[in-house]
């Protein structure tokens, strides 16, 4: 944060840590700064709408999900990101339907479902039991082949840094970008 106090991606995961804490405001702050630094991204509008939800402003959280659901319908919108927000929204089946969504398009995200701590309101659910049953059955390769797909991913220059799109190459924002292979092979426990 020394380096670079306006880089997004810290104020992505303030934002996450935060909320995750409580600290409804400070959460909702700094989702607003990942928008200013990703204007419209779906990351930073995913952020923004979960924060405002969780800190009971579903009015707000509920416009930016109807903006990313009509953007649905043109362009990619990770549906595991819709998700989240229903899930802050106390929208458990609409939640448990887009995660369902997210399984059947291999969304990587998924290799975080059993412990993300968004979707703590549905670990009861036998629907999300299911689909975490459903997951770990989900080979490596399933996810590798929608690595594979990233290598032509479109890129663009920001503040002097090359900023990969690997998981929405369909759109030209700026996503959450994260060095795949070492991920995955962490994740899987490879070297």
Known sequence: ????????????????????????????????????????????????????????????????LRTLEERSRSSWVPAYNLAIIHVALKENDEALWYLQKAYDEQDWALLVLAVEPRLDPL????????????????????????????????????????????????SPEIEETVNVPSVLGFLLGSD
């Open 1 to 64: 944060m020394k380096l670079d106090p306006a880089y997004y991606r810290i104020h992505f995961w303030l934002g996450r840590v935060y909320a995750q804490k409580g600290m409804r405001q400070q959460a909702v702050d700094e989702s607003e700064r990942v928008l200013k630094a990703t204007p419209d991204s779906t990351l930073g509008l995913t952020e923004l709408a979960y924060t405002l939800a969780a800190a009971g402003r579903t009015a707000g959280a509920r416009t930016i």
């Open 123 to 170: 670990r009861s659910d036998p629907r999300f039991l299911e689909l975490c049953r459903k997951n770990r059955n989900f080979s490596a390769e399933s996810f590798a082949h929608r690595f594979d797909q990233l290598s032509t991913s479109p890129r663009r220059e920001i503040r002097g840094q090359t900023e990969r799109f690997p998981f929405f190459s369909a």
